[in-house]
């Protein structure tokens, strides 16, 4: 990472790690079956090319407590048996699924979805409602094949959707879910040319909208790797301006964060950083100014 886009990611995540840890301590991660009825698509399991994942999350968002995924995709994709797979699951060791740069711009995509909805559910309800995440439309983006091993493969395309779900009888306890099914370029770029948006959307402000052929690039895991986008000076403007859309999307939580400090009367630790961050955004700003 570039100096700025280090400062951006901690900045953003310490402050969403304020806002919505728990004050209880929450239990340790289980490796205990998913029930029934979060496993919604059984038909999968035998399947290489189609992958449906379920994540379990605690009431104090602190761990993935439980996790499923049909194990003959995720041998011939992420190459890991499945045993190996759910552990580097529970215990947050998985290695990036596709380049440094794409899975960086996918995590702030995915984490600024996911918590402008969940501050919106704790102001209107005074704590967080998974029932009221709505269900994300499918998008279409690139993943390397044997993403699990050191040697990973070949560039593959994949159709995704996530939904968050809850669990009925104990609605602090939620569900990720996510389907992957692998596609040809021809229906990549079949869905590229009438809805370009949903094409790697996480990518387009970076690097703007790209074809088939460019995103199934042998090169392409060398290319966007952080070496090799330091090692020059578009890299790293390419690195800045992720860091410039991640200090705009999430400007809500600074506020947020800021609101409730002034709120409980009390500064905490970050509070002068954080304060001048939003005030910087109010008056235009593009956050820390720092290059590799």
Known sequence: MTVKLRTVFL????????????????????????PEWALKNKTWKDSSRCAMLTLRYDPGWEYISGVDVNGVWAEQCAGLHREEFLGRALAGEHRFPTTDLRALANLADQAHFW??????TVREFGSFKASRIPRQPAI?????????RSDRGPGVLLRMRRETTFDPVNPAWWYHQMTMVEISAEEYEAVRAVNPE???PSMIPLVGSQSAAELLDPELEEKESLAALRSTPAGCATLDRLADKMFSDFACVFEELEARRLARHVAGPCSAHVTRHVSEK???????TSSC
């Open 198 to 200: 949903a094409c790697e």
């Open 140 to 148: 279409y983006r690139r993943m390397s094949r044997q993403w699990g």
């Open 282 to 288: 109010r008056h235009g700003a593009k956050g820390p």
């Open 11 to 34: 900045t953003v995540f310490g402050a969403i790690d304020e806002l919505f840890t728990q004050t209880s301590s929450p239990p340790p991660p289980d490796a205990s079956s998913l």
């Open 115 to 120: 918590f402008q909805h969940a501050l919106q």
